[in-house]
Structure formats: structure tokens, C-alpha cells
């Protein structure tokens, strides 16, 4: 039955992609090595926990105002390794999402341009699997700026979702369960601790805390394949 598993698609969806030669350079060096085997353990692999702070959800009409991440390594979160960037864009600035990630014009106006955020994005999430909190939307934005940049779209890395995995735990229970997936809300089922503010990098941080506990919760003492996890997040 593995041919017919979600994680096969992916691998099909990427050589296919490395196929086309308008592949620039850069992507193709980001997925020069080979992904993990399905039945690698998730403890075998590095993982890069991002979040993207933006003035709206839909990535044809907004832009980018942030970026944050961190990475995890033989599941554990290296902290060491976080980072934020602003984008210099104060003109984007919209006082409802002002409210919301209290991101200010005078906060990007020392910020880096979108073309060095995202050559330094793929220069971390070389050789990792990506994970977010409803990672639709910032695979939504990085599809949106690989279009506008290079022409293509559909970039075939791999994507754990925090958002769906909590989906498919509560429907496994209960095929009629209605749960409050927000990150917030998510983390206290977890008894994760809340974290104030809303930023990319708290929101990082804070997803990759929930990637563990969803895991362990899952899988008790046992570490999870990543066959198992890539199929929960679709």
C-alpha cells in the first residue's frame, strides 16, 4: 500500500518539478538532497519551525511584513538558532493587523528587502522539513513570491502542519469533533504555557513547543516515522 501513500505523491511531485530546467539555481540547491525515507524516524531528521507575519491571509493581494523561525534537532528546539527578520515595507502597514502583530512603519523601516528575507529563509530550510501552524498560508506566500520572482510555483518541499495533525487527532477521536485549532487554543490542550505578544518568532517558538507535544501525545515514548507525520498534516 506505500505506493499509494500521500508521501509517495510528494516524492512524484518533486522529481517532476527538478525536471523542468526554468528550476533556478537556488531551489535547486535547496532541494539538492535526497528527502527521508518514509520510514525514517522523525528523530533522524532537522526541521525548520517558521511563522510569517503578513498584512492579510491571501498572498495574491498582501505582502510579507515578517519573518521568524527556528529549528529543531533531534527533537529538540535549538534555540540558538532563531531568527526574525522585518521586511522594509512601512507603506504596507494596515492598522488592523497593527492590532493584531503590533508591527509598526517604524519597525520596517530598517528592515531587508523580501529578495534577501527569502535567500536566507532557503539557505536555513536546506536539508529540513518545514513546519507551521496552518501552513497553507505561508506555502501560499512563498508560491506567491517564487511566481513573481522566477515564474514557477509549487515548491516541493515538505510541510508538517500543527493546525491539520491537531485536525486529524480530534476526528480520529470523534469523526464529528468541532476543537478551536488557533495556536493559542491548541497549545492550552496541551498545557503549554501562553506566550504574549504575536510575532513570527513567538509564533515559531511556540509551534515547534506544540510539533513536540502533538508528538509525543501521539506516539507515547515512541518516536513517530515521517510517513506518519506527512500524512497527518494533509
Known sequence: MNQFHVYNHYLKQRQRYLANQKIPNELRNLLSEQPPRMEALATEVEYLVLD???????????????????????????????????????????????????????MLQDGISLDAAMTQLFQAAKNKILIAHGSMIEAAFVDEYLTQKYGVSDLPVMWL????????????????????????????????????????????????????????????????????LYRLSQ
Not at 73 to 86: R, Y
Not at 173 to 197: C, M, Q, W
Open 52 to 106: 510569517f507575519e503578513t498584512t492579510g491571509l491571501d498572498a495574491d493581494t498582501n505582502t510579507i511584513l515578517s519573518l521568524g523561525w527556528v529549528e529543531i534537532a533531534n527533537f529538540t528546539i535549538n534555540v540558538a538558532s532563531a531568527k526574525q527578520l522585518f521586511i522594509e515595507s512601512p507603506s504596507e502597514v494596515k492598522a488592523e493587523t497593527a492590532v493584531i502583530n503590533h508591527i509598526m512603519p517604524e
Open 161 to 228: 502542519d500543527t493546525l491539520a495533525i491537531e485536525k486529524s487527532m480530534a476526528l480520529a477521536v470523534n469523526k464529528d469533533a468541532d476543537i478551536d485549532v488557533r495556536l493559542s487554543e491548541t497549545r492550552k490542550r496541551y498545557g503549554l504555557p501562553e506566550y504574549n505578544g504575536h510575532e513570527a518568532l513567538i509564533d515559531a517558538i511556540a509551534t515547534a513547543e506544540l510539533f513536540l507535544a502533538q508528538s509525543t501525545r501521539l506516539f507515547n515514548k515512541q518516536h513517530p516515522c515521517i510517513g506518519k
